[in-house]
């Protein structure tokens, strides 16, 4: 028993588990030419995408499409590194000891039916387990939707691409106990061309569970930024294994995660006070404050921030420039900025006068610096070549609403030009233009993260403030 | 490693310590308590209050009751030698009316600290994360406002400070409106400390110093009230 529950824990099997982000051959066992079942969308992404050589399995079959089909794992002539399986849940144990029979390095075991279902799913789950006990081989699932990996093609993701878009490479990978909300997500990101290059789903996580993915993902190299979306974790004790992991994962890179799953109340007796005030939610909030885990609110403001962490430099303290043409876009900014702890420095009387030679009489100088609705390109430059680069900001929030005549996309060029000062920046851009879309897009990809609205550009600079504070574990003092 | 003092409580069938035994728990942490002494009658009462200084409370001492102030088993403010005696005999026939069942050991007697801001440290065991200490406002509408703050033990100073900072209750010992400024690391003392014994007894199921009394900048804090609730392992 004790050992069926360490099983979910990490690392605790001690191989590796590349090949599951990384395969050179996969197999997919369920392969069918039944369109819209879930083996053959796997299969067909896969033979379509997949940079690596693709094995179909299936019994009933010889061929499908004109691709060689095999009547087990067993028989397939080459190595196989992962298997995908999508097979109904009562055949899934057999084909579990023939990829442990032919030395497959990793399952990715899509199938539903087993502990999620009751009893009788719970018990093959066991059969899994103990099948796979004396071998090497890592198993992701069950219950799950698997990997997609935007840089080999690897996709297990059984959701056509006409429902469901797959997002292109980029720094950002993502851990999701759901698999809807992983697909959802993956579809909403390629949509606005956001870079979610590796995203996990874990499903029932009978062997690779969270923690270890983080860890994986904090030494592969292409990753910048990990979002997790997770409901709790499932295994006694499992929580001080996450913990661990997670205090050193976050000194290397960003974690930002969202729990849904707030309001349950706690089940504890409630003997004495310090029970009845303990919620579940708080807990995990505690936790991942002792981790070093940066929190969102929703899957969309993990995004906001994930796209700031993945693109800005840190900040080397808490004070914001904020320069706008609107100055009610300025107050938005500046509200959210002191809820968050920012703050919105006055410039000196000597930067306030140099500012005023160069911008016209009603411009306001003191920050948020306003340029009017009669700003130019060239006012942003002015603002941004003058006060970034000095010692009394740390980093700007640059609002451009490109509804006022002045503006062209030429201010993309002056505000990728002011990367070169090393302070981070986001831009807020509010509006549904053409040519807003144009530059907003410049922007993107050009590094510089943009924001509908003050609110979001502001929790995003807060983020990076915090990252910054997780990193170099300042000490913690009383005002 | 155990205490001996839960190891005793536990060997005697108790499911939680008593309320000398608790403050003798704390003191073997170096967490401090008001000083206190346990008497059986109110002569060795009198004597009490005086070696501890008043004002004190009087609280009944049983293995059978949970919440003393249910059943009149607490008096506060006693500050003079004929109050102690009353206080002694009020403690003692509203315990014999509304708890009948419950077995007398004696009386505490306990300085009363004065004039602090109240704060509630606690712990408990969760499944998943293990040992989980909590930091709160204190008083009567703690659960109410839910300003609380939790991590997992055992807890560093910084853990402790990050969890008092999250609350609201920290607004109000640096000096909300003019309040005196409360003795913040002291109390980040007794937090990590109490990390420490949670730690160290896992028989103890669930813990609350309620309250913690917060006295002025380099004052110290006091643990007035403690409730530790014994489960064997």
């Known amino acids: ?479 | 490693m155990t205490h001996d003092l839960v190891v005793k409580a536990l060997s005697e069938g108790k499911f939680k310590l008593l309320d000398h035994e608790a403050y003798q728990l704390l003191e073997a942490y170096g967490i401090p308590t008001p000083g206190y002494r346990v008497v059986s009658n109110y002569e060795e009462a009198i004597k009490a209050a005086n070696e501890v200084g008043y004002p004190v409370a009087i609280k009944v001492i049983s293995p059978d009751i949970m919440h003393k102030t249910d059943v009149g088993g607490v008096v506060l403010n006693v500050s003079s030698d004929d109050e102690v005696k009353r206080a002694c005999q009020e403690v003692s026939s509203n315990v014999k009316r509304l708890a009948p069942y419950a077995r007398v050991f004696g009386y505490l007697v306990q300085h009363m600290v004065q004039g602090g801001l109240e704060v509630i440290v606690g712990g408990l065991r969760d499944s998943i994360f293990g040992t989980v200490v909590l930091f709160g406002m204190g008083g009567v509408l703690t659960e109410l406002y839910r300003d609380v703050s939790m991590r997992i033990a055992p807890i560093t100073e910084d853990d402790a400070l990050s969890m008092i900072k999250e609350t609201k209750a920290y607004q109000l010992m640096i000096g909300y409106r003019g309040m005196p400024r409360r003795d913040i690391y002291s109390l980040v003392d007794v937090m990590v400390k109490f990390s420490r014994l949670m730690m160290d007894n896992p028989q103890i199921s669930e813990a609350d110093l309620n309250p913690v009394i917060m006295l002025e900048n380099g004052k110290g804090s006091y643990v007035v009230d403690a409730r530790f609730m014994l489960k064997p392992k």
């Open chain 1, 1 to 479: 028993m004790a050992t069926e529950l360490l099983r979910g824990e990490s690392g605790l099997r001690g191989s590796s588990i590349d090949a599951l982000f990384h395969p050179s051959s996969v197999a997919v066992v369920g392969a069918t030419p039944k369109q819209g079942h879930v083996g053959y969308v796997i299969m067909v992404n896969l033979l379509g995408k997949f940079k690596g050589k693709v094995f179909l399995v299936n019994p009933r079959y010889d061929s499908i499409n004109g691709v060689k089909c095999y009547k087990s794992l067993t028989d397939v002539d080459d190595e196989v590194d992962l298997a995908v399986i999508a097979v109904p849940a009562p055949v899934v144990p057999q084909v579990v000891a023939d990829a442990v029979k032919k030395g497959v390095k990793a399952l990715i075991i899509i199938s539903g039916g087993f502990s999620e279902v009751g009893d009788e799913g719970k018990r093959l789950e066991d059969e899994v387990r103990s099948i796979i006990k004396d071998s090497k081989v890592r198993i992701l699932g069950p219950n799950c939707i698997g990997v997609y990996n935007a840089e080999n093609g690897l996709d297990t993701f059984f959701l056509p691409e006409d429902r469901m878009g797959r997002p292109p490479k980029g720094p950002i990978a993502l851990i999701s106990q759901s698999g809807a909300v992983a697909a959802a997500i993956l579809d909403w990101a390629s949509r606005r061309k956001l870079g979610i290059g590796l995203a996990v789903n874990y499903g029932n996580k009978i062997d690779v569970s969270e923690s270890e993915l983080l860890e994986y993902f904090a030494e592969n190299p292409n990753v910048k930024v990990i979002t997790m979306y997770i409901e709790g974790l499932k295994y006694p004790g499992e929580g001080l294994r996450f913990l661990e992991t997670a205090r050193k994962v976050t000194q290397v890179k960003p974690v930002i995660v969202y729990k849904a799953g707030r309001t349950k109340a706690s089940a504890h007796a409630v003997a004495s006070h310090t029970a009845a005030l303990a919620g579940n939610y708080e807990i995990y909030r505690g936790a991942f404050r002792q981790a070093g885990l940066i929190e969102a609110n929703s899957v969309r403001e993990m995004f906001d921030l994930a796209k700031a962490l993945a693109t800005q430099p840190l900040p080397r303290g808490k004070r914001v420039l904020v320069l706008t043409d609107s100055g009610g876009m300025g107050i938005q900014a500046v509200d959210t900025l002191s809820t968050l702890g920012l703050e919105v420095p006055e410039l000196p009387e000597t930067m306030q006068s140099m500012l005023r030679k160069y911008l016209p009489p009603l411009a306001i100088v003191r920050n948020p610096v306003d340029v009017t609705g009669s700003a130019t390109d060239e006012y942003y430059k002015i603002v941004l070549d003058s006060i970034l680069p000095t010692s009394y900001v740390d980093m700007a929030l640059i609002i451009a609403l490109m509804q006022i005549p002045g503006l062209t996309p030429n201010l993309v060029n002056y505000i990728i030009d002011a990367k070169r000062y090393g302070k981070p920046m986001v831009v807020v851009s509010f509006g549904g233009s053409a040519l807003m879309e144009k530059f907003n897009d410049a922007l993107e990809s050009n590094g510089i993260p943009v924001y509908a609205t003050p609110d979001r550009g502001a929790k995003a600079l807060w983020a990076l403030v915090e990252y910054s504070r997780i990193r170099r574990m300042l000490r913690e003092e009383v005002e």
